[in-house]
C-alpha cells in the first residue's frame, strides 16, 4: 500500500531542547498505526508538526504527496488530514446536538466562498436542512444520538471526547489523528471506542493515534511506532512491539505510570 502521511527526518527544538530528533515513519493508506511512548516522548509535538500547529526546525511532513511545510491548520485540515485532542472544549450550556451543528457551520463559513449568495438564491434552507443531517448521521455514527438533546456539559468526560471525534469526522478526512482518545475512558467506554475506530477505518479513513493505554494499543493497532526522548527507537507489529527490549527499557526507566505501561507491554507479550 503506498504511503498516505510521511514524516520525513523532522526535528523540533525549543531553544537547546530537542523536542523531536529526525523522527521518519510512513503511515500507509487504510493503517491503523498507533504512536506510544513514555510522558515527554515528543507525540504530541509530532501531532502538532503534523497539523500545522508548530513549525519544524528540520524536516518535513507530506500528506497525499503533498508537503505540509508553511500551511495552516485549516488548510491542511481542507486537504483531508484531521485531529483531535487531548481537552475537547463543547458548549456545555448546548446540547449535543447543537455543539455538532456549531462546529458544522464553522467549517461551512471556513469553506464557502458565496453564503450571502446562498441566501439570495433561497438556498439557505436547503443547506441548514443538509447540515441537520449531517449532525444527525455523526452523532448516529460515534454512538451519541440518544444523547443529542442533552446538555453538552452533562456528558461523562468519555462521551465528551465521542463530541470531538464527531466534528473531526465533520470535515470528511481521508486520515484522522486522535490524540489520547480513550484518556479518562473506563474499560467499556474503551472498548466501545475501539469498535468506533475499526467502523472509522471500515469507512475508508486511515487512522494514527497517540496514546497510553497499552492494552487498547495492543488491540486495535496494525503498527506501532514507538518514541523515546523525541527519537525512533522501534517500528513494526504489536507482536514484535510487545517483546522489544528497547521499548521495555524505555518504560523502565520512567516514573510509575510508564513502569505500569512497561508491565502491561510485557504482560501482552505472554498473553
Request: charged share 20%.
Amino acid at each position: 500500500m503506498s504511503a498516505i502521511l510521511s514524516v520525513e527526518h523532522v526535528g523540533v527544538r525549543f531553544g537547546g531542547l530537542v523536542a523531536i530528533a529526525d523522527l521518519h515513519f510512513d503511515v500507509a493508506q487504510g493503517e491503523i498505526v498507533s504512536l506510544i511512548g513514555p510522558n515527554g516522548a515528543g507525540k504530541t509535538t509530532a501531532f502538532n508538526v503534523m497539523t500545522g500547529f508548530l513549525k519544524p526546525s528540520q524536516g518535513e511532513v507530506r500528506f497525499r504527496g503533498t508537503g505540509l511545510k508553511g500551511l495552516q491548520p485549516h488548510e491542511i485540515t481542507r486537504l483531508g488530514l484531521a485531529r483531535t485532542f487531548q481537552r475537547t472544549s463543547v458548549f456545555p450550556d448546548d446540547t449535543v446536538f447543537d455543539n455538532v451543528m456549531i462546529g458544522l457551520h464553522r467549517q461551512g463559513a471556513a469553506l464557502s466562498r458565496a453564503p450571502i449568495l446562498d441566501a439570495l438564491l433561497g438556498r439557505a434552507g436547503a443547506s441548514e436542512r443538509r447540515l441537520r443531517e449531517r449532525a444527525e448521521a455523526l452523532l448516529d455514527w460515534v454512538g451519541l444520538s440518544a444523547r443529542a438533546q442533552e446538555k453538552a456539559g452533562s456528558l461523562a468526560y468519555g462521551e465528551q471526547r465521542l463530541v470531538g471525534v464527531a466534528l473531526a469526522l465533520a470535515t470528511e478526512p481521508a486520515m484522522l489523528l486522535l490524540d489520547e482518545p480513550v484518556s479518562g475512558m473506563n474499560a467499556s467506554e474503551t472498548r466501545v471506542f475501539v469498535r468506533l475506530i475499526r467502523q472509522i477505518r471500515e469507512r475508508g479513513v486511515t487512522i494514527l493515534l497517540v496514546e497510553h493505554d497499552m492494552p487498547m494499543v495492543m488491540e486495535v493497532s496494525d503498527r506501532i511506532v514507538v518514541l523515546n526522548y523525541g527519537r525512533l527507537i522501534a517500528e513494526g507489529p504489536p507482536e514484535r512491539i510487545r517483546s522489544d527490549p528497547a521499548v521495555i527499557a524505555a518504560y523502565l526507566g520512567q516514573g510509575s505510570a510508564a513502569r505500569r505501561a512497561a508491565a502491561e507491554v510485557q504482560e501482552a507479550a505472554h498473553a
